[in-house]
């Protein structure tokens, strides 16, 4: 499967500002996906990353709070803006490999 | 929005015995099921994947699919301590696009 390189790990933000992810994928992927874990919830798909097109955003996710970065074909980011405590959650970034999702190793952001 | 449905549990089961977790999906095109592990404070782990009506062994999971009824089930066999967890199901459909549950908590007594 992927190996799939996730940062930073955790990160305590002051609200107003904006975090930055990266994702590093060992291989190349036409397609990553990005992920938020809100507290004892499941997944939520906030949007799909191609490289050399914009991104393809969920409802209820907008470039503006999520703008999403694809350079080539085994990097992405994903920048949280503007930040609330609501957006305390954690992040992953995805692949699909070998008929299922492998997963980076997430980020957990605290908004204070 | 499609719906996948499991039981939050928790579920808890002596060590040993046979735990069985649950999934009912609402899309009637999906064509790939996957069992996820999420161990606390770690991302999800893909741990069976099955993609025809009928039984998938592998070690101590069983992964069992009816898409009549759909509905998508795991057991787990030998139940140990290591397999507390918390354990997602995923369903897709065509375009890769995945749609996640909630998640069954899963605790092994031993």
């Known amino acids: 499967s992927a190996v799939i390189s996730q940062k930073p790990s955790r990160d305590i933000c002051q609200r107003g500002t904006s975090l930055t992810i990266q994702c590093q994928v060992d291989?190349?992927?036409?397609?990553m996906f990005w992920y938020r874990q809100q507290p004892g919830q499941s997944l939520t798909l906030i949007a799909t990353a191609n490289q050399g097109s914009e991104a393809t955003y969920e409802s209820g996710f907008v470039i503006d709070k999520f703008p999403i970065s694809r350079p080539n074909l085994t990097f992405s980011t994903l920048t949280v803006s503007n930040m609330s405590p609501e957006d305390s959650s954690i992040y992953l970034c995805?692949?699909?490999?070998?008929?299922?999702?492998?997963f980076g190793s997430g980020t957990r952001l605290t908004v204070v | 929005q499609k719906e996948v449905e499991q039981n939050s549990g928790p579920l808890s089961v002596p060590e040993g015995a046979i735990a069985s977790l649950n999934c009912t999906y609402s899309d009637r095109g999906s064509q790939s099921f996957f069992w996820y592990r999420q161990y606390s404070g770690k991302s999800p782990e893909l741990i069976m994947s099955?993609?025809?009506?009928g039984d998938k062994e592998d070690g101590r999971f069983t992964a069992q699919l009816n898409k009549a009824s759909q509905y998508v089930s795991l057991l787990i066999r030998d139940s140990q301590p290591s397999d507390s967890a918390t354990y997602l199901c995923?369903?897709?459909?065509?375009?890769?696009?995945?749609?996640f549950g909630t998640g069954t908590s899963l605790t092994v007594i031993p």
């Open positions: 995805s692949v699909n490999r070998a008929g299922g999702y492998t």
């Open positions: 099955i993609y025809s009506n």
């Open positions: 291989s190349q992927v036409t397609m």
């Open positions: 995923a369903v897709s459909a065509a375009g890769n696009q995945f749609y």
